[in-house]
């Protein structure tokens, strides 16, 4: 498969997770730390959505549920203030809102002192076609001064969509998985802590040097453009890779770079900063052949 063809695939569908911060796989399944697992970010991430707890929408359909929870620090006790919680998701007929003004189902709340946050929302629901379906999930980026922003997921128990999704099913996925309450009131109600893991992180003035537009050295019409978002680096989406806003890049060290969840070796975005403000970054990624494809680019001066 082409690389190309392969991140689009992987976005719009969802791939196997490993786990992130200190948790570690025993053969069985995975244990240690508390930190929070990632998961794909999705095709379907907005940036800028509107600080507000309520996503409910007079009028349309779907189960009113509530999610609510802390974000604590790495020592997996003490709560993180200020945090900022980006949540998105599809509405009851499991569309995304990818264009309009309104943001529907969209928000962004930051944690309080005690590190509290919380959503009231609907309850999205699986979506796909055929035998190829996404189970129910909530889409969360956490950003916290201190630590790498986390994606990830969220699903529910008795989803019969979990066990045929790949990134659900993953062992990194199990504590994500939440029971829902049934209240009183007919209304539904999960909850979620999450726990930050520093891992590394790049210094903004390093990144600063990575930014901006690439093209390939064999083909002019091979263009990439980097930009920098809430300390991370991103892919800008276009009409390539099918994505509204683009792909999040994780820090591994020594200049390189992977997708969140993905195998570094599938895919890994090295760079090198050459005499005279040169910047050459280096795609590798191993097709299903167990081929390499190499793709030198050089950034825009």
Same mark, same amino acid.
């Given at each position: 498969?082409?690389?190309?063809?392969?991140?689009?695939?992987?976005?719009?569908?969802?791939?196997?997770?490993?786990?992130?911060?200190?948790?570690?796989?025993?053969?069985?399944?995975?244990?240690?730390?508390?930190?929070?697992?990632?998961?794909?970010?999705?095709?379907?991430?907005?940036?800028? @959505?509107?600080?507000?707890?309520?996503?409910?929408?007079?009028?349309?359909?779907?189960?009113?549920?509530?999610?609510?929870?802390?974000?604590?620090?790495?020592?997996?006790?003490?709560?993180?203030?200020? +945090?900022?919680?980006?949540?998105?998701?599809? *509405?009851?007929?499991?569309?995304?809102?990818?264009?309009?003004?309104?943001?529907?189902?969209?928000? #962004? +709340?930051?944690? *309080?002192?005690?590190?509290?946050?919380?959503?009231?929302?609907?309850?999205?629901?699986?979506?796909?076609?055929?035998?190829?379906?996404?189970?129910?999930?909530?889409?969360?980026?956490? =950003? +916290?001064?201190?630590?790498?922003?986390?994606?990830?997921?969220?699903?529910?128990?008795?989803?019969?969509?979990?066990?045929?999704?790949?990134?659900?099913?993953?062992?990194?996925?199990?504590?994500?998985?939440?029971?829902?309450?049934?209240?009183?009131?007919?209304?539904?109600?999960?909850?979620?802590?999450?726990?930050?893991?520093?891992?590394?992180?790049?210094?903004? +003035?390093?990144?600063?040097?990575?930014?901006?537009?690439?093209?390939?050295?064999?083909?002019?019409?091979?263009?990439?453009?980097?930009?920098?978002? *809430? @300390?991370?680096?991103?892919?800008?989406?276009?009409?390539?890779?099918?994505?509204?806003?683009?792909?999040?890049?994780?820090?591994?060290?020594?200049? =390189?770079?992977?997708?969140?969840?993905?195998?570094?070796? =599938?895919?890994?975005?090295?760079?090198?900063?050459?005499?005279?403000?040169?910047?050459?970054?280096?795609? #590798?990624? =191993?097709?299903?052949?167990?081929?390499?494809?190499? #793709?030198?680019?050089?950034?825009?001066?």
């Amino acid at each position: 498969m082409h690389r190309r063809n392969f991140i689009k695939t992987t976005a719009l569908s969802a791939i196997a997770i490993s786990a992130t911060g200190f948790v570690r796989f025993n053969g069985e399944r995975y244990e240690g730390d508390c930190a929070t697992t990632s998961d794909v970010l999705g095709p379907f991430y907005r940036p800028n @959505s509107p600080v507000r707890e309520s996503l409910r929408i007079k009028g349309e359909k779907g189960d009113p549920i509530e999610l609510v929870g802390k974000i604590l620090h790495d020592d997996c006790m003490t709560p993180y203030k200020k +945090a900022k919680i980006e949540l998105w998701h599809c *509405d009851a007929d499991g569309v995304y809102d990818n264009e309009t003004a309104d943001f529907k189902y969209r928000g #962004t +709340a930051y944690s *309080d002192n005690k590190g509290n946050y919380c959503f009231k929302s609907i309850l999205p629901v699986p979506y796909g076609s055929g035998d190829n379906y996404r189970p129910a999930h909530f889409h969360m980026m956490i =950003t +916290a001064e201190g630590y790498q922003p986390l994606v990830t997921q969220l699903y529910f128990v008795g989803d019969p969509w979990i066990e045929k999704d790949s990134s659900s099913s993953s062992p990194a996925a199990k504590r994500r998985i939440l029971e829902v309450q049934n209240l009183r009131d007919g209304s539904k109600k999960v909850e979620y802590n999450v726990s930050m893991a520093k891992k590394l992180v790049v210094e903004p +003035a390093s990144m600063g040097l990575l930014v901006g537009n690439y093209t390939s050295e064999k083909d002019a019409n091979n263009k990439m453009e980097l930009f920098r978002k *809430d @300390s991370q680096l991103w892919i800008k989406g276009d009409k390539t890779n099918e994505m509204p806003y683009g792909l999040n890049l994780e820090f591994v060290g020594d200049n =390189t770079f992977q997708l969140p969840g993905m195998p570094l070796e =599938t895919l890994s975005f090295s760079f090198q900063l050459l005499p005279y403000g040169v910047v050459k970054l280096v795609e #590798t990624y =191993t097709n299903d052949k167990g081929e390499k494809e190499v #793709t030198e680019y050089v950034r825009e001066k």
